[in-house]
Structure formats: C-alpha cells, structure tokens
C-alpha cells in the first residue's frame, strides 16, 4: 500500500507541475518577451565597466504588467553593463524579502531565491544617469519542474537532519525501557492489565501464552515504543492462530487486538516528541495529554466496532435469537450514541463546561501542561529506580537498550528520504495547493479542521514513517508550537499505522479473510482525528 502511496504522490506531484507550467506557457503568465516600461538610474561605477544602479517600475505599469495590486512604484537594485552600442543594459538585479511577489517569483525561476536577469532596451535619455528603457526580464518555463527539483534536493538533507535529531531521545528512552524490562518492572505492568484482557478476549484462556504477549505489546504501544510492540505482536498472532480452527480467517481475538493496536493508545508519544523537540519546540512534551485524549477516542470506537461486527453475519432466520442474545449490548452501545448526540445537539455540553466556569480560564491548560512537563522525568525515575531496587545493572542495560535507539534512528533516513522527497514534489509541483486542499475544504472547514493537517490525518492509517515524514515537513513549515504542529503531532500520537499493521500482523500467520478488522481500524483512525481536532482546539485554538 504504501508503494502506492508514494508512487501517487511522485505522479501526482509532477502531473500537478508539468500541468501548471504547460498553463503558464500557453497563457503567457510571466509575459516571456513582452517588455516593460522602467526607469534605469546609474549609480556609482564599478570595475570593469559595470555600474550599481536601481530600476524603477511605477505601479500602474507593474500591476497592469504582472495582474497586482501594488500600492508603491517597484525598485529593485542590481549591476547593469551597457553593450557594445550603448544602445541596452545587461541587467543583474537583486531582489528582497519586502520585493513584490512576482518578482520574488522571477527570480525563483533562475534557481535561487534573489538573482534576475534582464535586458534593458534604451528608449531616451532623461538625463546623464538616468534612462528610459524597456525592460525584458529572463525568459520564464517549467518553473514548478525547477522548484520540484530544488525542493526534492533540499528536503533529502532535510530528512537526514531529522533522523539525527531523533537518535538522543531514542537512544535514552529505550535504554530506560531495557533497564525496565530487566528488572521485571513490564511484567508487573503485564499482570495489572491481565483482568481487563479476560473481558476483551473471551475466547482465549487466561493462562494461555497469547494473554503476555498480547499484554506486553499493548504495555509496548502505550509506552510510545512501536518497535519494541512489534514482536510481542507478531508472538501474540502466532499464539492466536494456534487456538484458530478456521487458518486463513482471522478470528474474534485477532480482529480485537488488531482494534487495540490500530487504535495506538498511547501514555507517551515518544517519536512525536523527538521531532518536536529537533524542530526546537519550547514544549516539545505539551502533546502527552491531548494524545492520550485522542487515542482514549480511538481505542473505544474501535473496541465498539469490533465487538458489535463480530455478532455478524446474521444466520437465516435467526434474527429473534440474534436480538435476544445481544440485546443488552445493543442496549448500551445506542444509549451512549444516544448520550453523546444529545450532549452536544441540545447544548448541554456548554452546561457542564459553565459548571467549572468559576476555574480560572487557563486551568485545564495549566493542567496539561504540568502533567506533560512531569511525565517524562517521572517514568524515568520509577523505571531506573526500580531496576536499581532489584539490583539490575543499570547502566550496562541503559547501554544496550541505547544502541538500539541509536539503530532505530540511523535505520529511518532512507524511509524518511523516500516519502519527505516525494511529498517535496507533491507538494511543489502543485497538487496540494491546487487540487488537494480546495477539495477537502469542503469538508473540512465546517468541523474547524485545517486543510493543511489533512495529509497527516490522511497519511498516518497508511504508513509510520511517512505519517513521521508528513507530520515533520508539516511543522517544518508551520512551526511545532503553532496549532497545526501541535494539531499534526497530536494526529501522530492518537493513531496507528492501521494498514501497516494489518498487513504484518496477518501477513504473519498468513490470514487472507481479515473480515472486519479494516474496519474496526479505519473507525478507530477517525475517531482518533477528531478526538484530536476536539481537544487541540479546546486547549491550543
């Protein structure tokens, strides 16, 4: 899938450009060969013939010229030359932050963001340095296919940068984790979660080796450690397949656990935080508690969705002993729908919010903000302390559980070249701007949603690392403190990698039929979302 994924947004990307340069070609956007009317004045002399000047555009010429809006007469400095015959000036000019858009864009074209040609056809002399001329800039194409270029260029080193940020923190939480798993301290985690275990999987015996495995990956996943879940998963596949009587199709218990961990609950978002903290976020740690929100909403939708598909398909003429036999939890799945519609249809949400109205307004934020700057230095203290407790060798453990984290991250470049380089293009080439994003507003814009977090919403069902790859070139771009960084890193870390973990979950004890497991994982992603969306904008909007 996600070769797909990546090839949709290669083809996209240059579809998009190839489409716009070909527009602005046939159009003449940039006015190729079409002189404009400008005032040259020459400056002091320079060596070897060449002299500073500044060329002078009044605004009614430039915004005729260029379809602007410019309320002041355009100057841009640069270093013109005359020809041989002193009839034109060879121009090289320089453009700034504070130039004209267009302009601005001109100079893109050359490669870089400040250079632009142009050749000055003298008309009249107003006076010893001053110069009436016409002015044909640099002739303009495939501009979107240079910018693809540059950015995909760009952004490869981008992606590297990235990884090496990630190294320190993976490299500490893990080996933290190591010290923890040593000492026994996962396991105890293990048993403490084992009651719930016996309520979601019924089919299984309580002393059956799937209950540890099962539990030690969703103690692995709300810990924020996606690699180290994996194989405690993949254990738990084999050990479900072992009670299966049907090979091939997935069973109530896989389809269950598969919700769990597409859902992604998770205590500490720890990729998420890594990211934030290399892009230099002030409170790298301020998306703990709105992830957990939205992974709380993801891990009960889907949890529901499971449970309530598993009691289909309806055997012929059994749908009395069907309602009979699963009254009561139809009871209770519609009445906290019910609950829930009527909630926020008649208002009543705004009543309870009015109950703690007499808090100061920043409290819950205050809240959140404390347990997110505690929680961290908390968990490394209990999980090192305990480990001394029990007399691990703390250290060498803390080392070995380290190199790991330092694999994992080196391990990540060439995935994050692969989809940071394709979304460069994506992005570049236009198809966000131009065909993406003006579609989804439509749906969009009435929930509050900003267009640009929907490639991450979008992407983070499809693939780990290029939802990691999208949410850093989205924050690279916004910023990781503004609402849409945090928007996108709480998106990361209320969701999993629902396709991905289908495909490797089952793919390993080769299921074919996954039955409603896709769409036990796609309910849990959108809750998730917008368990996200809710909470971030109640906090951070």
Same mark, same amino acid.
């Given at each position: 899938?996600?070769?797909?994924?990546?090839?949709?947004?290669?083809?996209?990307?240059?579809?998009? *450009?190839?489409?716009?340069?070909?527009?602005?070609?046939?159009?003449?956007?940039?006015?190729?060969?079409?002189?404009?009317?400008?005032? !040259?004045?020459?400056?002091?002399?320079?060596?070897?013939?060449?002299?500073?000047?500044?060329? &002078?555009?009044?605004?009614?010429?430039?915004?005729? $010229?260029? *379809?602007?809006?410019?309320?002041?007469?355009?100057?841009?400095?640069?270093?013109?030359?005359?020809?041989?015959?002193?009839?034109?000036?060879?121009?090289?000019?320089?453009?700034?932050?504070?130039?004209?858009?267009? =302009?601005?864009?001109?100079?893109?074209?050359?490669?870089?963001?400040?250079?632009?040609? *142009?050749?000055?056809?003298?008309?009249?002399?107003?006076?010893?340095?001053?110069?009436?001329?016409?002015?044909?800039?640099?002739?303009?194409?495939?501009?979107?296919?240079?910018?693809?270029?540059?950015?995909?260029?760009? =952004?490869?080193?981008?992606?590297?940068?990235?990884?090496?940020?990630?190294?320190? !923190?993976?490299?500490?939480?893990?080996?933290?984790?190591?010290?923890?798993?040593?000492?026994?301290?996962?396991? =105890?985690?293990?048993?403490?979660?084992?009651? !719930?275990?016996?309520?979601? $999987?019924?089919?299984?015996?309580?002393?059956?080796? *799937?209950?540890?495995?099962?539990?030690?990956?969703?103690?692995?996943?709300?810990?924020?450690?996606?690699?180290?879940?994996?194989?405690?998963?993949?254990?738990?596949? &084999?050990?479900?397949?072992?009670?299966?009587?049907?090979?091939?199709?997935?069973?109530?218990?896989?389809?269950?656990?598969?919700?769990?961990?597409?859902?992604?609950?998770?205590?500490?978002?720890?990729?998420?935080?890594?990211?934030?903290?290399?892009?230099?976020?002030?409170?790298?740690?301020?998306?703990?508690?709105?992830?957990?929100?939205?992974?709380?909403?993801?891990?009960?939708?889907?949890?529901?969705?499971?449970?309530?598909?598993?009691?289909?398909?309806?055997?012929?003429?059994?749908?009395?002993?069907?309602?009979?036999?699963?009254?009561?939890?139809?009871?209770?799945?519609?009445?906290?729908?019910?609950?829930?519609?009527?909630?926020?249809?008649?208002?009543?949400?705004? %009543?309870?919010?009015?109950?703690?109205?007499?808090?100061?307004?920043?409290?819950?934020?205050?809240?959140?903000?404390?347990?997110?700057?505690?929680?961290?230095?908390?968990?490394?203290?209990?999980?090192?302390?305990?480990?001394?407790?029990?007399?691990?060798? %703390?250290?060498?453990?803390?080392?070995?559980?380290?190199?790991?984290?330092?694999? !994992?991250? /080196?391990?990540?470049?060439?995935?994050? %070249?692969?989809?940071?380089?394709?979304?460069?293009? $994506?992005?570049?080439?236009?198809?966000?701007?131009?065909?993406?994003?003006?579609?989804?507003?439509?749906?969009?814009?009435?929930?509050?949603?900003?267009?640009?977090?929907?490639?991450?919403?979008?992407?983070?069902?499809?693939?780990?690392?290029?939802?990691?790859?999208?949410?850093?070139?989205?924050?690279?771009?916004?910023?990781?403190?503004? $609402? =849409?960084?945090?928007?996108?890193?709480?998106?990361?870390?209320?969701?999993?990698?629902?396709?991905?973990?289908?495909?490797?979950?089952?793919?390993?004890?080769?299921?074919?039929?996954?039955?409603?497991?896709?769409?036990?994982?796609?309910?849990?992603? %959108?809750?998730?979302?917008?368990?996200?969306?809710? /909470?971030?904008?109640?906090?951070?909007?």
């Amino acid at each position: 899938m996600l070769n797909y994924v990546w090839i949709s947004l290669l083809f996209l990307g240059l579809a998009s *450009a190839l489409f716009i340069d070909i527009s602005d070609i046939t159009q003449n956007t940039y006015n190729n060969n079409v002189p404009i009317a400008a005032t !040259i004045k020459s400056m002091s002399v320079k060596s070897g013939g060449g002299f500073d000047c500044e060329v &002078e555009i009044t605004k009614d010429s430039y915004n005729k $010229f260029f *379809a602007a809006n410019e309320s002041e007469n355009v100057r841009i400095d640069g270093v013109g030359s005359f020809s041989e015959d002193k009839k034109s000036i060879q121009l090289y000019l320089k453009t700034k932050e504070t130039s004209p858009e267009f =302009i601005q864009r001109i100079a893109k074209a050359s490669g870089k963001d400040d250079d632009i040609l *142009a050749t000055a056809n003298i008309t009249s002399r107003k006076d010893s340095i001053t110069y009436l001329s016409k002015v044909y800039f640099e002739k303009i194409s495939f501009l979107r296919m240079k910018r693809v270029t540059n950015d995909a260029i760009g =952004i490869a080193g981008t992606a590297v940068q990235i990884a090496l940020g990630l190294i320190g !923190i993976m490299a500490m939480w893990l080996g933290v984790m190591k010290v923890a798993e040593q000492a026994g301290l996962i396991k =105890i985690i293990a048993n403490w979660l084992r009651p !719930i275990t016996k309520k979601l $999987f019924p089919e299984v015996p309580p002393d059956h080796p *799937a209950v540890g495995a099962m539990v030690m990956n969703i103690s692995a996943n709300m810990l924020g450690l996606g690699n180290a879940a994996t194989p405690f998963g993949l254990k738990a596949m &084999e050990e479900l397949d072992s009670l299966n009587p049907n090979k091939g199709t997935a069973t109530n218990s896989m389809v269950t656990f598969l919700a769990i961990n597409t859902a992604g609950m998770t205590i500490i978002p720890a990729t998420a935080i890594a990211v934030r903290a290399a892009a230099g976020s002030a409170d790298p740690t301020i998306i703990i508690a709105t992830s957990l929100f939205g992974s709380t909403c993801a891990t009960i939708t889907g949890l529901t969705v499971a449970k309530l598909f598993e009691r289909f398909p309806i055997e012929k003429n059994g749908y009395g002993s069907w309602f009979k036999s699963n009254l009561k939890f139809l009871i209770t799945v519609f009445s906290l729908i019910a609950i829930l519609v009527l909630t926020f249809a008649t208002g009543f949400s705004s %009543v309870i919010a009015s109950a703690f109205s007499f808090l100061p307004p920043t409290f819950f934020k205050d809240m959140i903000q404390i347990i997110s700057t505690v929680a961290i230095p908390f968990f490394i203290f209990v999980f090192i302390g305990y480990g001394v407790i029990k007399k691990v060798k %703390v250290y060498e453990q803390f080392v070995e559980g380290a190199k790991e984290g330092f694999n !994992i991250a /080196i391990r990540i470049i060439p995935y994050l %070249v692969a989809m940071l380089v394709a979304i460069a293009i $994506f992005r570049a080439g236009g198809a966000m701007d131009n065909w993406l994003i003006p579609v989804l507003r439509i749906v969009t814009d009435p929930i509050g949603m900003p267009a640009e977090a929907l490639p991450m919403a979008l992407m983070r069902p499809l693939s780990g690392s290029g939802s990691l790859g999208v949410m850093a070139d989205i924050i690279a771009v916004h910023g990781p403190d503004s $609402f =849409i960084g945090i928007l996108v890193s709480t998106f990361f870390g209320s969701s999993e990698t629902t396709f991905y973990v289908l495909a490797v979950y089952f793919g390993a004890v080769n299921i074919k039929n996954t039955r409603h497991a896709l769409a036990a994982g796609l309910a849990a992603d %959108v809750a998730g979302m917008l368990g996200a969306l809710f /909470i971030v904008k109640l906090l951070f909007g």
